[in-house]
């Protein structure tokens, strides 16, 4: 027996003698802990081992953990038939095992080693990990919280709200962090503070109470962080994870600004919360094994909310991470917002689509950097930026041909310009093929003065103000057909570009044409997104190792940053679930969700229909963009009636479609029989704040149930209201709600038929219980037809 076998053969004794301990029958650890000797006793196994492996692939697992026995009885005898004598078998490497976000764990493994798993008794499912991407003040002014008075009285403020945030880590040192004031750390508080590269346990404070970082998955796939650009711990290096910590939480910081921009009043929304940093993202992105992990210590250790400003591409619920570890968040009574997605305008590209998990699309406020740009024919373009400095006057415009010529020298891609030809002119940029921040600093290290921004048809007339190395000016798609217009045809083509600071005063709020749409791949009978906050040119908190653009070119370092993305709006609805929750202690995170839906606003401040940037500023936005309507957090502390949704209704959702018991088993860790008793269950039929109606293969009837539950007024008479979809007959039976004692629960019947074909592929319309002028609960309405 040569020395590797003979080491083999002893270690696997050693590992059959343990083995036979843990199965005894006076052991009762729970099989929860004999899983966890498993792993460790395995990959003690084979790293003892060191030899050349096969391809590798990291993996999610689910398990069944009422089988955890059966499943080392398998692995072990594999283990010993296999390997016992083979000098050639690889490295598996286990990364985490997943207690209370899932049952199972996340291992890297050969194809061989991913196979036995499969034929193991318990094994429910696997699927390769890969990379989610982050979603990327006067906030609180323009949703009108004011220090004092309604949520931000000194009641609601000084109840202990824990928010944990799965993002780019935190920088402890930032001044929305200070503890000033702060009371102990809550007695039920059980997560830790772990050291790691700058960053200690003295770190956290009474403001950040925890803070932790998981990167396994993301090395197995990228490989080792690199750390001088980054931290391998909770420390930020990016400013992502610091900007939406201090969105939902951060504390009142006055005079806050960027460079003098937006400034004013910085503050989360529930800026007396604590918080929990969870570092799963890194530079290129996060690994869902990662997030999982995290977001399942985010659980054991007592968050009350978590926010994710992150997330994939829409797929079914059985295979998305964050909808399976998002379920088992809300079974502990965890309120989970997500960030809805950066790939609007288009249709369908919604992500975080579960209907237990809030998915928020991204809207303007009110305040905006204006910038006019003046083209030589005299014609005034008005765009958006961030530079505050002199005005650039009668300075040549160059655009691709006469900027560099070379390939995408039109998109100013890295070495696309030429010096000889840009250097002191303004330079025209259109949106695509590389980062808006990197296009300027081609602009700056070719020369040229400035840069103008042009979006494509596809952006719209979207003005993102970016904070960019040198001036540049953000203009929409039609003023950018007026500029090149002019510069085809004008002999020597000048622009002159006044720069006029912070502005306020603008239509708002307008869905941003960034921010993705509806409907639901993964579950079209659930209109998303669910509400949309604000989410364009936000100022809050940024790390001190990146500069404001993100380009390790920029020297210029700031407290505070303005960025754009659902990844902004995002926190902004977890700071007002904090607040709500603070309010209202007992609130299941589905009740918490329909308030904030059913009062929402679908007005703007001229009292018009809330635009849709992607459609046109004048288009109404529809369900698809905006969900219920625009946040609003003073009516949504008092909804007046709530549509409370149980673990067992989410769990007859999933069997209405058709999910298997071993996929059950995923989201709710313990065994679920779906009815057998003949009732056909619908998706549709989910307690949901809002109606999607689905008209395909013919169909033309629908029929959903409701049951609301009385939050307001004791004695209440709520009447139903219908603003009818176009081609759709909606009825509601009964028409009438007499609630008589608050948590009263009456149910009601919405039917729908469809008059005629439509000529479209959806309407829209709306339901609404009204009682007296006080409350107006309302429901939107989404049809679509196959």
């Not at 099989?31 to 993996?59: C, D, E, G, H």
């Not at 005629?756 to 429901?779: E, H, M, N, P, Q």
Request: proline residues 4%; aromatic residues 10%.
């Amino acid at each position: 027996m040569t020395e590797h076998n003979t080491k083999s053969y002893i270690l696997w004794l050693l590992l059959h003698r343990f083995l036979l301990m843990l199965l005894s029958p006076s052991n009762h650890n729970r099989p929860m802990m004999f899983f966890r000797s498993l792993f460790f006793l395995i990959f003690f196994f084979f790293t003892s081992n060191v030899i050349a492996s096969p391809r590798k692939q990291t993996y999610v697992i689910h398990t069944f953990t009422a089988t955890t026995k059966d499943i080392v009885t398998s692995l072990f005898t594999s283990l010993q038939t296999e390997n016992i004598h083979d000098d050639d078998f690889s490295l598996p490497e286990i990364h985490y095992i997943y207690e209370n976000a899932m049952s199972g764990f996340s291992a890297t493994l050969t194809d061989d080693q991913l196979q036995t798993v499969k034929n193991t008794k318990g094994f429910i499912s696997a699927y390769p990990d890969e990379l989610l991407s982050l979603h990327t003040t006067y906030s609180h002014e323009f949703l009108g919280l004011e220090y004092g008075i309604g949520l931000w009285n000194e009641t609601s403020l000084s109840s202990d709200v824990i928010i944990g945030l799965v993002d780019t880590g935190i920088s402890p040192d930032h001044v929305s962090f200070r503890d000033t004031h702060m009371t102990p750390v809550p007695s039920r508080w059980r997560g830790s503070c772990d050291q790691g590269t700058n960053f200690s346990s003295s770190s956290c404070n009474k403001k950040i109470i925890g803070a932790s970082a998981f990167y396994k998955g993301y090395e197995s796939i990228v490989g080792k962080i690199n750390e001088t650009t980054d931290f391998r711990s909770a420390r930020d290096a990016q400013g992502h994870g610091t900007h939406t910590a201090s969105t939902a939480a951060g504390d009142m910081v006055r005079k806050a600004s960027y460079f003098g921009q937006a400034k004013g009043l910085a503050t989360g929304m529930r800026f007396t919360s604590r918080i929990a940093a969870y570092k799963a993202c890194w530079a290129i992105g996060c690994a869902n094994t990662d997030v999982i992990a995290a977001i399942d210590k985010a659980i054991s250790d007592g968050v009350d909310v978590i926010s994710l400003s992150l997330g994939g591409s829409s797929r079914p619920f059985y295979v998305d991470p964050i909808a399976i570890a998002g379920f088992g968040a809300m079974q502990k009574n965890i309120f989970v917002s997500c960030s809805a997605g950066n790939s609007g305008p288009s249709a369908s590209t919604v992500s975080n689509g579960a209907p237990w998990l809030m998915t928020v699309a991204a809207s303007y406020t009110d305040r905006t950097f204006p910038a006019i740009v003046r083209i030589g024919n005299r014609k005034k373009i008005v765009g958006s930026s961030l530079y505050k400095g002199k005005s650039l006057k009668n300075l040549s415009l160059a655009f691709n041909t006469t900027a560099g010529g070379g390939r995408g020298a039109e998109f100013c891609i890295r070495d696309s310009l030429k010096r000889e030809l840009v250097e002191g002119k303004i330079v025209i940029c259109l949106r695509g093929a590389s980062g808006r921040t990197a296009k300027g600093e081609e602009v700056k290290r070719s020369g040229g003065a400035a840069m103008l921004l042009v979006s494509t048809e596809a952006e719209g007339e979207e003005l993102l103000a970016d904070p960019h190395v040198l001036p540049a000016v953000s203009i929409g798609s039609s003023d950018g057909k007026t500029l090149l217009s002019y510069l085809s045809r004008a002999a020597n083509a000048t622009a002159s570009i006044r720069f006029r600071g912070t502005t306020y005063g603008a239509t708002a709020p307008v869905v941003a044409a960034f921010s993705s749409r509806g409907p639901s791949v993964a579950g079209p009978e659930i209109s998303k997104p669910d509400i949309a906050a604000p989410g364009l040119n936000i100022l809050a908190g940024w790390s001190p190792f990146s500069g404001p653009s993100l380009l390790r070119s920029d020297p210029r370092r700031v407290q505070f940053n303005i960025i754009s993305g659902t990844s902004m709006a995002c926190p902004h609805v977890s700071g007002i679930a904090a607040l709500i929750k603070s309010v209202h202690g007992d609130w299941s995170p589905a009740m918490i969700k329909s308030a904030i839906m059913t009062t929402a606003r679908i007005t703007d401040n001229r009292n018009r229909p809330i635009g849709d940037m992607g459609a046109g500023p004048v288009t109404a936005a529809t369900a698809f963009a905006i969900g219920a309507g625009h946040v609003d957090p003073t009516r949504a502390v008092d909804p007046g009636l709530v549509y409370d949704t149980s673990t067992v209704d989410y769990l007859n959702y999933l069997c209405s479609l058709n999910y298997t018991s071993e996929r059950i088993f995923m989201f709710s860790g313990t065994r679920y029989t779906c009815r057998t008793d003949g009732v056909v269950l619908s998706p549709g039929d989910l307690n949901y704040p809002s109606l999607a109606v689905n008209f395909v293969d013919g169909a033309t009837t629908a029929r959903y149930k409701r049951t609301v539950t009385n939050v307001g007024s004791q004695t209440c008479e709520y009447m139903a209201h219908v603003e009818e979809p176009r081609g759709v007959k909606v009825s509601v039976e009964p028409k009438v709600l007499k609630f008589q004692k608050v948590r009263e629960r009456l149910s009601y019947t919405v039917t729908f038929v469809a008059q005629a074909s439509s000529t479209s592929s959806a309407s829209f319309g709306a339901l609404v219980w009204i009682c007296d002028d006080k409350y107006k609960v309302r429901s939107p309405i989404a049809v679509a037809w196959g």
